[in-house]
């Protein structure tokens, strides 16, 4: 099992720019997450999802959207980009008392 | 809004000492509790869980659960410099949603 993927590892954005960050788990998991790292900081929720076709809010989902149309994809959005979602996304998966984070991505928005 | 406070450090411990780690939440309905390490520039990874009060152990790492004082604490003892990491306390606010502190940055000098 390759566990929980997500690319890219690296990007840089432009300010109103667009982009889509990839998440992929091939551990059959029905809840997944994408959190945000800011420097020094612990991970804030942004959305989770208990199973496909559902999403919902979690603690910072202001300027991101998600779907989840299969088990094993969790896409996040960003639209117009801005420097306050400059940070480290993080994807997750849970099973049992874990959740299994990916390697995250690196985002700047200059 | 539920919280979770962790201690920012540095925390510098001398090799073989054993490291006490603090966390306190303001949820007083929270039942489980998780001790999370990320080495700089790496993904969170699950040291430890603990859901009834009083202590878990597993190895040289100790959880130690007070509900009625709100407190989590994680001791490791025989402390090594590999221990050298940030260590996130987490705690489950429903729907295996986790909120997290903003993590104690630990230094283990040889």
């Known amino acids: 099992n390759a566990g929980v993927t997500q690319t890219p590892k690296f990007r840089i954005l432009k300010i109103g720019q667009s982009m889509t960050l990839q998440c992929t788990q091939d551990m059959n998991h029905n809840y997944m997450y994408w959190y945000r790292q800011d420097p020094g900081m612990g991970l804030k929720l942004i959305y989770y999802?208990?199973?496909?076709?559902?999403?919902d809010k979690g603690e910072v989902p202001n300027g991101y959207n998600v779907s989840r149309s299969t088990t094993e994809d969790f896409p996040l959005r960003l639209e117009l980009a801005a420097p306050s979602q400059t940070s480290v996304y993080f994807c997750a998966s849970w099973l049992g008392n874990e959740q299994f984070f990916g390697p995250g991505t690196r985002l700047t928005v200059l | 809004q539920k919280e979770v406070e962790q201690n920012s450090g540095p925390l510098s411990v001398p090799e073989g000492a054993i490291a006490s780690l603090n966390c306190t939440y303001s949820?007083?309905?929270?039942?489980?509790f998780f001790w999370y390490r990320q080495y700089s520039g790496k993904s969170p990874e699950l040291i430890m869980f603990i859901y009834s009060n009083g202590d878990k152990e597993d190895g040289r790492f100790t959880a130690q659960l007070n509900k009625a004082s709100q407190y989590v604490s994680l001791l490791i003892r025989d402390s090594q410099p590999s221990d050298s990491a940030t260590y996130l306390c987490?705690?489950?606010?429903?729907?295996?949603?986790?909120?997290f502190g903003q993590g104690t940055r630990l230094t283990i000098n040889p």
């Open positions: 949820d007083r309905g929270s039942q489980s």
């Open positions: 987490a705690v489950n606010s429903g729907a295996q949603k986790l909120v």
């Open positions: 999802s208990v199973g496909a076709g559902i999403t």
